[in-house]
C-alpha cells in the first residue's frame, strides 16, 4: 500500500486505521504486518507452543473487528497490547473451564516436540511457569524488555515512569524470575 509514493512503513498507524476506516483492507495487512512480531513474541511467552498462533489469530481477528471503535486515546500499540493480554486471559480462562492444565506435563510436551529439541520446551515450559508466578508489574516489564524488545527508555515511556524506575523493576523482576526458575 502506498500514497503519493510514500512507503507503506513510513505510514503512521493513525493513518493506516482511519484508511482501514474508508474501506482500505490494505492498511489492516500493513498494521498486522509491523505489529504481529511483538504480540507473537509476547502470547510466546506465556501461552504453552502448541496455541501460540491460534491465539495471535484471536487477537488480530479481534483487533480488526474492534478497529472502528478504536478512539486513539491511547497509541495503537498500547491499545493491542492491552488486547492482547485480554485475549491471552481469555485463553486460560477457557482452559479452565475445560479443567485442563495451564500448562501440557512435561512428558507430553516433549512428545509433541517439532523442530525443538525437548530440552528447549522443558525450559520454555519452566520459564513460562515461572512468568506466572510472578507479579504483574515484574511479567511486564520482563515482557515489555524480551518480548517485544523495547529498550528501557520506551519502557519508561510506556509506563510513565522514569529511566531509573524501570531499570530497577527490571532487575527486581529478573531478580524473582531467577528464583522461580531455580526452586
Given at each position: 500500500?502506498?500514497?503519493?509514493k510514500t512507503p507503506s512503513h513510513?505510514?503512521?498507524?493513525?493513518?493506516?486505521?482511519?484508511?482501514?476506516?474508508?474501506?482500505?483492507?490494505?492498511?489492516?495487512?500493513?498494521?498486522?504486518?509491523?505489529?504481529?512480531?511483538?504480540?507473537?513474541?509476547?502470547?510466546?511467552?506465556?501461552?504453552?507452543?502448541?496455541?501460540?498462533?491460534?491465539?495471535?489469530?484471536?487477537?488480530?481477528?479481534?483487533?480488526?473487528?474492534?478497529?472502528?471503535?478504536?478512539?486513539?486515546?491511547?497509541?495503537?500499540?498500547?491499545?493491542?497490547?492491552?488486547?492482547?493480554?485480554?485475549?491471552?486471559?481469555?485463553?486460560?480462562?477457557?482452559?479452565?473451564?475445560?479443567?485442563?492444565?495451564?500448562?501440557?506435563?512435561?512428558?507430553?510436551?516433549?512428545?509433541?516436540?517439532?523442530?525443538?529439541?525437548?530440552?528447549?520446551?522443558?525450559?520454555?515450559?519452566?520459564?513460562?511457569?515461572?512468568?506466572?508466578?510472578?507479579?504483574?508489574?515484574?511479567?511486564?516489564?520482563?515482557?515489555?524488555?524480551?518480548?517485544?524488545?523495547?529498550?528501557?527508555?520506551?519502557?519508561?515511556d510506556h509506563t510513565g515512569q522514569?529511566?531509573?524506575?524501570?531499570?530497577?523493576?527490571?532487575?527486581?523482576?529478573?531478580?524473582?524470575?531467577?528464583?522461580?526458575?531455580?526452586?
Open positions: 500500500m502506498q500514497n503519493n513510513d505510514l503512521s498507524d493513525e493513518f493506516l486505521i482511519q484508511n482501514f476506516r474508508d474501506g482500505n483492507t490494505e492498511a489492516f495487512d500493513v498494521l498486522y504486518l509491523r505489529h504481529l512480531p511483538r504480540v507473537y513474541n509476547r502470547v510466546r511467552y506465556v501461552v504453552p507452543e502448541n496455541d501460540v498462533e491460534d491465539v495471535t489469530q484471536e487477537i488480530f481477528l479481534a483487533a480488526m473487528k474492534s478497529l472502528a471503535s478504536f478512539r486513539g486515546d491511547a497509541k495503537f500499540g498500547t491499545w493491542l497490547r492491552t488486547l492482547t493480554n485480554h485475549k491471552v486471559a481469555e485463553y486460560y480462562r477457557r482452559r479452565a473451564r475445560k479443567q485442563e492444565p495451564r500448562l501440557a506435563p512435561l512428558t507430553e510436551a516433549i512428545a509433541q516436540t517439532t523442530g525443538s529439541t525437548s530440552q528447549s520446551l522443558e525450559e520454555r515450559i519452566f520459564l513460562q511457569r515461572a512468568l506466572q508466578n510472578l507479579p504483574e508489574s515484574y511479567r511486564e516489564v520482563l515482557l515489555l524488555r524480551f518480548a517485544e524488545e523495547m529498550q528501557f527508555n520506551e519502557i519508561a522514569n529511566l531509573e524506575a524501570v531499570k530497577s523493576l527490571f532487575r527486581r523482576a529478573v531478580s524473582a524470575l531467577r528464583t522461580h526458575l531455580e526452586t
